[in-house]
């Protein structure tokens, strides 16, 4: 898959790109990320991508004739490419759409910066916006970088065989249960006794209870989504009883 990244600030980008899991699936051909800078492609003596915004106000808009002209170029040459601007008006990245992302040939990212891009600019060369979350950045490159990565998870190959990102959090739509590693003791804080003893049957119950009482606890909203089992929605009432017992006790 090719990502293709249209910014005035390119260098923002390498040491995250070149960096662990991204860096080697780049290096493996897996995921190809090209950046553009859009100031060349400015028409202005200065190579000017930004002006006043009609209508005044504070801060500055970025001009439609560079951005429409390096995206010009870039679609030409990767076309049937998802265009898709980053902003916080923009639909939510969720797991599901970063699954549905990682089956594209090619996806064209457009990162705005100030005050936001010209509207038609985004009219005439977007075809969707996306959000990484309710909060406003200083620029879509942050957002650029979130979204690459968490595709990049689901393109087959870019993490190890052996760990799959179906394992994780929020792919069986609940939280992660806790990770420990050696050593066994630390300043007299224990790992639990059943990670050690190999007995994978009940490491699995174990960790499957730790995520259904992390999610019941953090986030009981996704409780409502997640695809739950007779057995998880048992051990969510005991779950439920042992913090209601810990309540009760503490008065
Ligand atoms: N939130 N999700 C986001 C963002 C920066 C000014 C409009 C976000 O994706 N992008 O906050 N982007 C702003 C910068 C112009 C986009």
């Known amino acids: 898959m090719t990502i293709n990244i249209l910014s005035i600030f390119p ?7 070149s960096a662990s899991i991204l860096g080697r699936a780049r290096e493996q051909g897996l995921l190809d990320i090209r950046l553009t800078d ?11 991508t930004d002006d006043y915004p009609f209508g005044g106000g504070a801060g500055m808009v ?7 002209d390096a995206m010009a170029d870039v679609s030409a040459a990767y076309p049937g490419a998802r265009r898709i601007y980053l902003g916080p008006r923009g639909k939510k990245l969720t797991t ?8 594209e040939k090619d996806l064209i990212l457009l990162c705005g910066h100030y005050e936001g891009v010209d ?3 985004l009219d005439a060369c977007v075809d969707e916006e996306i959000s990484i979350g309710d909060y406003i950045l200083t620029g879509g490159e942050l957002a650029a970088m ?5 595709v990049a998870r689901f393109i087959p190959g870019v993490l190890g065989s052996s760990d ?12 992660e249960y806790p990770q420990y590693t050696r050593p066994r003791e630390l300043n ?14 009940k490491i699995r119950a174990w960790r499957r209870y730790q995520s259904l009482k992390a999610t019941l606890l953090h986030r009981p909203d996704l409780l409502e989504t997640a695809p739950l089992d007779e057995k998880d929605l048992k051990l969510l009432d005991e779950i439920r009883k042992e913090m209601n017992q810990i309540c009760s006790s503490e008065n």
């Open 119 to 121: 509207q038609r600019a």
């Open 96 to 103: 599901a759409l970063a699954r549905e992302l990682a089956l």
């Open 38 to 48: 859009i100031r060349p492609y400015s028409a202005s003596k200065h190579k000017n």
């Open 146 to 150: 979130v979204l690459t990565d968490c």
């Open 164 to 175: 799959s990102p179906e394992e994780e959090s929020f792919s069986d739509g609940l939280l």
């Open 62 to 68: 970025m001009m439609a004739q560079p951005i429409m």
């Open 188 to 201: 007299g804080m224990e790992v639990p006794e059943v990670l050690l003893n190999g007995d994978h049957a």
């Open 11 to 17: 260098e923002m980008f390498e040491s995250v790109f």
